[in-house]
């Protein structure tokens, strides 16, 4: 118990980013819309009427850069690859 821990908040950040994008995703879905077409749309436009606000998802995801949650994404897609 008496060893450090060393953080990366970058780790954090990215996971929390992450967490926003999948539970916006879930309303999205919910709501009956294509959660990945909503959000590209989003995305590329910076338009965030692709969003719908139903359970704040809108406010949620627009507290995010968008740059932010691209990177996020295509460090993802690479490191899976």
């Known amino acids: 118990m008496g060893d450090t821990k060393i953080y990366d908040s970058n780790e954090f950040q990215n996971e929390y980013v992450s967490s926003i994008v999948k539970e916006v995703a879930?309303?999205?879905a919910d709501r009956g819309y294509n959660p990945v077409n909503q959000i590209v749309g989003y995305l590329m436009s910076?338009?965030?009427g692709y969003i719908?606000?139903?359970k704040e998802a809108r406010s949620k995801i627009t507290?995010?850069?968008?740059?932010?949650i691209?990177?996020?994404l295509v460090?993802?897609?690479l490191n899976k690859r």
Not at 63 to 68: A, C, Q, V, Y
Request: charged letters at 40%; a negative charge.
């Open 46 to 48: 910076g338009d965030p």
């Open 63 to 68: 507290k995010i850069d968008r740059t932010k």
């Open 75 to 77: 460090e993802d897609f």
């Open 26 to 28: 879930s309303i999205l």
């Open 52 to 54: 719908s606000s139903h």
């Open 70 to 72: 691209l990177e996020i």
